[in-house]
Nanobody, 118 residues
Framework: VQLVESGGGLVQAGGSLRLSCAAS????????MGWYRQAPGKQRELVAA???????NYADSVKGRFTISRDNAKNTIYLQMNSLKPEDTAVYYC?????????????WGQGTQVTVSS
């Protein structure tokens, strides 16, 4: 399945953005999906994951501010980002995760740039 991210942009600190990840095929049977981000000069990191049942996990740095969700009927996952901070600036990617949820197993898309100004 191919994934296309969208919804990024430039926002002031404290603002909100909602990212979308549209899949080319059905995601209803995919167990785990996640959002990653990569800031300049840093490794790509997993920030949020969601299981087929709707269970979620978040990196400590975004817990309480970001919410991941999935709409199987639309073959799309979302990342609602509130109370954004300059350190959230990065390119955001979505991917299919392994059954354990520990690593990405799909192809990377082009990502969507999120820039938070102070």
């Amino acid at each position: 399945v191919q994934l296309v991210e969208s919804g990024g942009g430039l926002v002031q600190a404290g603002g909100s953005l909602r990212l979308s990840c549209a899949a080319s095929g059905s995601i209803s049977r995919i167990n785990n999906m996640g959002w990653y981000r990569q800031a300049p000069g840093k490794q790509r990191e997993l920030v949020a994951a969601i299981g087929r049942s709707g269970s979620t996990n978040y990196a400590d740095s975004v817990k309480g501010r970001f919410t991941i969700s999935r709409d199987n009927a639309k073959n799309t996952i979302y990342l609602q980002m509130n109370s954004l901070k300059p350190e959230d600036t990065a390119v955001y990617y979505c991917n299919v995760l392994s059954v354990s949820g520990a690593k990405p197993i799909g192809s990377w898309g082009q990502g969507t740039q999120v820039t938070v100004s102070s």
